[in-house]
Protein backbone atom coordinates (compact mmCIF):
# COMPACT_ATOMS: atom_id res chain seq x y z
CA UNK A 1 0.00 0.00 0.00
CA UNK A 2 1.21 3.47 -0.82
CA UNK A 3 0.89 5.93 1.87
CA UNK A 4 0.98 9.58 0.80
CA UNK A 5 3.80 12.31 2.21
CA UNK A 6 2.80 14.05 4.92
CA UNK A 7 3.73 17.48 3.09
CA UNK A 8 1.00 16.67 1.10
CA UNK A 9 -1.37 17.14 3.56
CA UNK A 10 -2.58 20.37 3.75
CA UNK A 11 -3.08 20.15 -0.13
CA UNK A 12 -5.03 17.61 0.10
CA UNK A 13 -7.08 19.12 3.20
CA UNK A 14 -7.89 22.02 1.03
CA UNK A 15 -8.94 19.82 -2.09
CA UNK A 16 -11.30 17.81 0.32
CA UNK A 17 -12.76 20.89 1.74
CA UNK A 18 -13.59 22.47 -1.46
CA UNK A 19 -15.03 19.36 -2.42
CA UNK A 20 -17.80 19.09 0.52
CA UNK A 21 -18.45 22.73 1.24
CA UNK A 22 -20.85 23.30 -0.76
CA UNK A 23 -23.30 20.37 0.20
CA UNK A 24 -22.23 20.59 3.89
CA UNK A 25 -23.36 24.38 3.62
CA UNK A 26 -26.60 23.31 2.57
CA UNK A 27 -27.04 20.75 4.90
CA UNK A 28 -25.91 23.64 7.36
CA UNK A 29 -28.60 25.60 6.31
CA UNK A 30 -31.16 23.33 6.94
CA UNK A 31 -30.07 22.38 10.15
CA UNK A 32 -30.28 26.17 11.36
CA UNK A 33 -34.06 26.24 10.36
CA UNK A 34 -34.38 23.04 12.17
CA UNK A 35 -32.48 24.36 14.87
CA UNK A 36 -34.89 27.42 15.09
CA UNK A 37 -38.01 25.64 14.56
CA UNK A 38 -36.75 23.18 17.44
CA UNK A 39 -36.41 26.15 19.52
CA UNK A 40 -39.68 27.29 19.34
CA UNK A 41 -41.28 24.07 20.09
CA UNK A 42 -38.93 22.12 22.02
CA UNK A 43 -41.12 18.47 21.82
CA UNK A 44 -40.44 18.69 17.93
CA UNK A 45 -36.41 18.86 18.29
CA UNK A 46 -34.03 19.63 15.63
CA UNK A 47 -33.84 16.49 14.14
CA UNK A 48 -37.18 15.82 13.13
CA UNK A 49 -37.44 18.90 11.04
CA UNK A 50 -34.22 18.46 9.87
CA UNK A 51 -34.57 14.95 7.93
CA UNK A 52 -38.04 16.40 6.82
CA UNK A 53 -36.63 19.42 5.40
CA UNK A 54 -34.19 17.46 3.42
CA UNK A 55 -36.43 15.04 2.25
CA UNK A 56 -39.00 18.09 0.80
CA UNK A 57 -36.08 19.65 -0.87
CA UNK A 58 -35.04 16.16 -2.24
CA UNK A 59 -38.72 15.84 -3.27
CA UNK A 60 -38.80 19.36 -4.93
CA UNK A 61 -35.14 18.96 -6.52
CA UNK A 62 -32.85 15.99 -6.34
CA UNK A 63 -29.06 17.21 -5.21
CA UNK A 64 -27.09 16.98 -7.82
CA UNK A 65 -24.10 18.23 -8.88
CA UNK A 66 -21.33 20.07 -6.91
CA UNK A 67 -23.40 19.75 -3.55
CA UNK A 68 -23.22 15.73 -3.66
CA UNK A 69 -20.45 14.98 -2.17
CA UNK A 70 -20.92 17.43 1.10
CA UNK A 71 -24.46 15.73 1.32
CA UNK A 72 -22.52 12.56 1.38
CA UNK A 73 -19.66 14.02 4.03
CA UNK A 74 -22.57 15.60 6.54
CA UNK A 75 -24.42 12.25 6.92
CA UNK A 76 -21.44 10.11 7.30
CA UNK A 77 -18.44 11.76 8.60
CA UNK A 78 -20.13 14.31 10.51
CA UNK A 79 -22.83 12.13 12.30
CA UNK A 80 -19.67 10.45 13.74
CA UNK A 81 -18.20 13.23 14.52
CA UNK A 82 -21.90 14.37 16.50
CA UNK A 83 -21.79 11.19 18.43
CA UNK A 84 -18.29 12.32 19.71
CA UNK A 85 -19.04 15.40 21.53
CA UNK A 86 -22.21 13.53 22.81
CA UNK A 87 -20.06 12.24 25.16
CA UNK A 88 -19.50 15.90 26.85
CA UNK A 89 -22.66 15.36 28.38
CA UNK A 90 -21.46 12.56 30.71
CA UNK A 91 -19.60 12.45 34.02
CA UNK A 92 -17.84 9.01 35.33
CA UNK A 93 -19.69 10.75 38.73
CA UNK A 94 -23.09 10.71 37.37
CA UNK A 95 -22.87 7.55 35.41
CA UNK A 96 -21.80 5.57 38.82
CA UNK A 97 -24.31 7.28 40.91
CA UNK A 98 -27.33 6.98 38.45
CA UNK A 99 -26.50 3.76 36.81
CA UNK A 100 -26.18 2.02 40.58
CA UNK A 101 -30.25 2.84 40.88
CA UNK A 102 -31.23 2.79 37.14
CA UNK A 103 -29.45 -0.12 35.87
CA UNK A 104 -31.46 -3.40 36.73
CA UNK A 105 -34.23 -1.20 34.79
CA UNK A 106 -32.06 -0.31 31.62
CA UNK A 107 -31.00 -3.12 30.89
CA UNK A 108 -34.17 -5.37 31.54
CA UNK A 109 -36.27 -2.94 28.88
CA UNK A 110 -33.18 -2.87 26.94
CA UNK A 111 -32.71 -6.60 26.86
CA UNK A 112 -36.42 -7.14 25.99
CA UNK A 113 -36.15 -4.74 23.30
CA UNK A 114 -33.49 -5.84 21.25
CA UNK A 115 -34.96 -9.60 21.88
CA UNK A 116 -38.22 -8.58 20.53
CA UNK A 117 -36.95 -6.34 17.74
CA UNK A 118 -34.85 -9.28 16.32
CA UNK A 119 -37.91 -11.99 16.61
CA UNK A 120 -41.09 -9.68 15.88
CA UNK A 121 -39.20 -7.87 13.04
CA UNK A 122 -38.84 -11.36 11.24
CA UNK A 123 -42.02 -12.19 11.91
CA UNK A 124 -43.16 -9.11 10.58
CA UNK A 125 -40.77 -9.25 7.38
CA UNK A 126 -39.19 -6.01 8.07
CA UNK A 127 -35.40 -5.93 6.68
CA UNK A 128 -32.73 -6.64 8.46
CA UNK A 129 -31.44 -2.83 8.69
CA UNK A 130 -34.63 -0.96 9.61
CA UNK A 131 -35.51 -3.16 12.29
CA UNK A 132 -32.00 -3.03 14.29
CA UNK A 133 -32.24 0.88 13.92
CA UNK A 134 -35.57 0.72 15.12
CA UNK A 135 -34.89 -1.30 18.20
CA UNK A 136 -31.22 0.31 19.47
CA UNK A 137 -33.53 3.83 18.54
CA UNK A 138 -36.16 2.46 21.17
CA UNK A 139 -34.44 0.53 22.84
CA UNK A 140 -31.34 3.18 23.91
CA UNK A 141 -31.50 6.63 23.49
CA UNK A 142 -33.66 7.44 19.42
CA UNK A 143 -31.50 9.62 17.37
CA UNK A 144 -28.19 9.75 18.62
CA UNK A 145 -28.18 5.39 18.75
CA UNK A 146 -29.39 5.44 15.46
CA UNK A 147 -26.52 7.79 14.17
CA UNK A 148 -24.02 5.81 16.06
CA UNK A 149 -25.19 2.43 14.76
CA UNK A 150 -26.07 3.49 11.12
CA UNK A 151 -22.63 3.70 9.71
CA UNK A 152 -22.11 -0.02 11.16
CA UNK A 153 -24.83 -1.74 9.57
CA UNK A 154 -23.88 0.07 6.51
CA UNK A 155 -28.35 1.34 6.63
CA UNK A 156 -29.38 3.21 3.69
CA UNK A 157 -30.35 6.91 3.79
CA UNK A 158 -33.92 5.92 3.31
CA UNK A 159 -33.74 3.60 6.36
CA UNK A 160 -32.48 5.56 8.83
CA UNK A 161 -34.75 8.18 7.84
CA UNK A 162 -37.46 5.55 8.13
CA UNK A 163 -36.15 4.43 11.71
CA UNK A 164 -35.75 8.13 13.08
CA UNK A 165 -39.51 9.08 12.02
CA UNK A 166 -41.23 6.00 13.40
CA UNK A 167 -38.96 6.52 17.15
CA UNK A 168 -39.99 9.93 17.11
CA UNK A 169 -43.82 9.51 16.22
CA UNK A 170 -43.91 7.37 19.29
CA UNK A 171 -41.53 9.54 21.68
CA UNK A 172 -44.19 12.34 21.19
CA UNK A 173 -47.14 9.59 21.88
CA UNK A 174 -45.07 9.09 25.65
CA UNK A 175 -44.82 12.76 26.40
CA UNK A 176 -48.82 12.77 25.89
CA UNK A 177 -49.57 9.72 27.74
CA UNK A 178 -46.42 8.90 30.13
CA UNK A 179 -47.54 11.59 32.42
CA UNK A 180 -50.96 10.71 32.96
CA UNK A 181 -49.62 7.14 33.73
CA UNK A 182 -47.09 8.00 36.29
CA UNK A 183 -49.82 10.06 38.05
CA UNK A 184 -52.53 6.70 37.82
CA UNK A 185 -49.62 5.25 39.66
CA UNK A 186 -49.10 7.28 42.05
CA UNK A 187 -45.42 7.60 41.06
CA UNK A 188 -43.05 10.27 42.83
CA UNK A 189 -41.22 12.78 41.22
CA UNK A 190 -37.76 10.41 41.31
CA UNK A 191 -39.65 7.56 39.98
CA UNK A 192 -41.26 9.10 37.33
CA UNK A 193 -37.99 10.27 36.27
CA UNK A 194 -36.29 6.62 36.18
CA UNK A 195 -39.59 5.54 34.46
CA UNK A 196 -39.48 8.77 31.63
CA UNK A 197 -35.30 8.35 31.61
CA UNK A 198 -35.53 5.07 30.48
CA UNK A 199 -38.87 4.44 28.16
CA UNK A 200 -38.87 7.56 26.29
CA UNK A 201 -36.14 7.93 23.46
CA UNK A 202 -35.10 10.88 22.92
CA UNK A 203 -33.92 14.31 25.42
CA UNK A 204 -36.38 16.83 24.00
CA UNK A 205 -39.25 13.98 24.68
CA UNK A 206 -37.34 13.24 28.18
CA UNK A 207 -37.16 17.01 29.01
CA UNK A 208 -40.89 17.37 27.81
CA UNK A 209 -42.10 14.89 29.71
CA UNK A 210 -40.34 15.37 32.54
CA UNK A 211 -41.30 18.38 32.94
CA UNK A 212 -45.60 18.32 32.49
CA UNK A 213 -45.31 15.17 35.35
CA UNK A 214 -43.19 17.95 37.50
CA UNK A 215 -40.49 20.53 37.76
CA UNK A 216 -38.47 18.32 40.66
CA UNK A 217 -38.37 15.41 37.97
CA UNK A 218 -36.77 16.80 35.38
CA UNK A 219 -32.87 16.78 36.65
CA UNK A 220 -33.44 13.06 37.54
CA UNK A 221 -34.84 12.13 34.35
CA UNK A 222 -32.46 13.89 32.07
CA UNK A 223 -29.30 12.37 33.96
CA UNK A 224 -30.73 9.01 33.99
CA UNK A 225 -31.48 9.24 30.07
CA UNK A 226 -28.05 10.30 29.63
CA UNK A 227 -26.79 7.64 31.32
CA UNK A 228 -28.85 5.36 29.10
CA UNK A 229 -26.96 6.41 26.06
CA UNK A 230 -23.87 4.79 27.48
CA UNK A 231 -25.66 2.06 26.24
CA UNK A 232 -24.69 2.66 22.91
CA UNK A 233 -21.33 1.59 23.00
CA UNK A 234 -21.63 -2.62 23.79
CA UNK A 235 -24.15 -2.50 21.57
CA UNK A 236 -22.64 -0.96 19.09
CA UNK A 237 -19.19 -3.56 19.01
CA UNK A 238 -21.85 -6.29 19.29
CA UNK A 239 -23.28 -5.11 16.32
CA UNK A 240 -19.91 -4.55 14.42
CA UNK A 241 -18.66 -7.77 15.76
CA UNK A 242 -21.86 -9.51 14.27
CA UNK A 243 -21.69 -7.30 10.74
CA UNK A 244 -18.03 -8.71 11.04
CA UNK A 245 -18.87 -12.48 11.20
CA UNK A 246 -21.25 -11.97 8.66
CA UNK A 247 -18.89 -10.56 6.13
CA UNK A 248 -16.15 -12.77 6.35
CA UNK A 249 -16.66 -15.94 5.24
CA UNK A 250 -16.22 -18.13 8.82
CA UNK A 251 -13.30 -16.25 9.24
CA UNK A 252 -12.09 -16.12 12.67
CA UNK A 253 -12.44 -12.87 14.62
CA UNK A 254 -9.15 -12.46 17.20
CA UNK A 255 -8.16 -9.22 19.36
CA UNK A 256 -6.46 -7.90 17.39
CA UNK A 257 -9.11 -7.74 14.34
CA UNK A 258 -11.91 -6.68 17.44
CA UNK A 259 -10.23 -3.86 18.30
CA UNK A 260 -9.89 -2.51 14.72
CA UNK A 261 -13.68 -3.18 14.31
CA UNK A 262 -14.24 -0.98 17.21
CA UNK A 263 -15.70 2.37 15.60
CA UNK A 264 -13.79 5.39 16.09
CA UNK A 265 -16.16 7.73 16.89
CA UNK A 266 -17.11 5.69 20.10
CA UNK A 267 -13.32 5.96 21.32
CA UNK A 268 -13.92 9.87 21.05
CA UNK A 269 -16.95 9.46 22.66
CA UNK A 270 -15.79 7.95 25.91
CA UNK A 271 -12.39 9.51 25.87
CA UNK A 272 -14.78 13.32 25.60
CA UNK A 273 -16.88 11.35 28.53
CA UNK A 274 -13.44 10.68 30.22
CA UNK A 275 -12.03 14.83 29.78
CA UNK A 276 -15.55 15.61 31.35
CA UNK A 277 -14.96 13.85 33.99
CA UNK A 278 -12.15 15.78 35.41
CA UNK A 279 -13.55 18.46 36.15
CA UNK A 280 -11.03 20.26 33.94
CA UNK A 281 -13.88 21.34 30.70
CA UNK A 282 -15.89 24.73 32.15
CA UNK A 283 -19.36 24.08 32.15
CA UNK A 284 -20.14 26.97 29.44
CA UNK A 285 -17.62 24.97 27.21
CA UNK A 286 -19.44 21.86 28.00
CA UNK A 287 -22.76 23.53 27.30
CA UNK A 288 -21.37 24.87 23.78
CA UNK A 289 -20.03 21.92 23.00
CA UNK A 290 -23.74 20.46 23.77
CA UNK A 291 -25.15 22.84 21.48
CA UNK A 292 -22.93 21.78 18.75
CA UNK A 293 -23.32 18.45 19.32
CA UNK A 294 -27.22 18.94 18.84
CA UNK A 295 -26.39 20.90 15.80
CA UNK A 296 -24.26 18.15 14.28
CA UNK A 297 -26.48 16.05 14.20
CA UNK A 298 -29.06 17.94 12.68
CA UNK A 299 -26.93 18.71 9.89
CA UNK A 300 -25.70 15.50 9.52
CA UNK A 301 -29.63 14.59 9.33
CA UNK A 302 -30.14 17.19 6.61
CA UNK A 303 -28.14 15.27 4.81
CA UNK A 304 -29.83 11.91 5.33
CA UNK A 305 -32.89 13.38 4.12
CA UNK A 306 -31.48 14.81 1.15
CA UNK A 307 -30.28 11.78 0.16
CA UNK A 308 -33.09 9.74 1.00
CA UNK A 309 -34.89 7.54 -1.71
CA UNK A 310 -38.78 8.18 -0.81
CA UNK A 311 -39.62 5.43 -3.10
CA UNK A 312 -37.86 2.91 -0.80
CA UNK A 313 -40.07 3.88 2.55
CA UNK A 314 -42.81 3.78 0.12
CA UNK A 315 -41.96 -0.01 -0.33
CA UNK A 316 -41.21 -0.66 3.27
CA UNK A 317 -44.53 0.09 3.74
CA UNK A 318 -46.15 0.40 7.66
CA UNK A 319 -44.55 -3.19 9.05
CA UNK A 320 -42.03 -0.91 10.10
CA UNK A 321 -44.15 1.67 11.76
CA UNK A 322 -45.93 -1.66 13.84
CA UNK A 323 -42.76 -2.76 14.84
CA UNK A 324 -41.99 0.62 16.63
CA UNK A 325 -45.26 0.73 18.47
CA UNK A 326 -44.70 -2.91 19.56
CA UNK A 327 -41.32 -2.02 20.56
CA UNK A 328 -42.10 1.14 22.53
CA UNK A 329 -45.19 -0.53 24.55
CA UNK A 330 -42.52 -3.40 25.09
CA UNK A 331 -39.97 -0.86 26.50
CA UNK A 332 -42.52 1.51 28.74
CA UNK A 333 -44.17 -2.25 30.05
CA UNK A 334 -40.94 -3.92 30.94
CA UNK A 335 -39.93 -0.59 32.93
CA UNK A 336 -42.75 -0.44 34.40
CA UNK A 337 -42.22 -4.32 35.57
CA UNK A 338 -38.94 -3.94 36.36
CA UNK A 339 -39.11 -0.74 38.59
CA UNK A 340 -41.79 -3.00 40.54
CA UNK A 341 -40.09 -5.54 40.64
CA UNK A 342 -37.11 -3.53 42.44
CA UNK A 343 -39.18 -1.17 44.53
CA UNK A 344 -38.59 2.07 42.77
CA UNK A 345 -41.86 2.25 41.40
CA UNK A 346 -43.13 4.52 44.27
Keep these: MRVAPVSSLPGRLLSRGSEVWPGFLLCAAIAAVATTIGAAVPLVGSAIPAVVIGVVVALLRKPAGRVVPGIGYSGKFVLQCAVVLLGSQLSLLSIVQVGAESLPVMLSSLAMCLIAAWLLGRALRVEREIRTLIGVGTGICGASAIAAVSPIVKAKSSTISYAISTVFLFNVIAVLVFPSIGHALGMTPHAFGLFAGTAVNDTSSVVAAASVFSA ?109 GCLSVLVAATTLGTMALTGHLG
Excluded at 280 to 299: D, K, Q
Design 216 to 324: STLGFAVVVKLVRTLMIIPISIALALVEARREGHGERLGAARILRLIPWFLVGFVAVACVRSTGVLPEGLVSALTHVSVFLVATALAGIGLSTDVRAIRTAGLRPLLLG
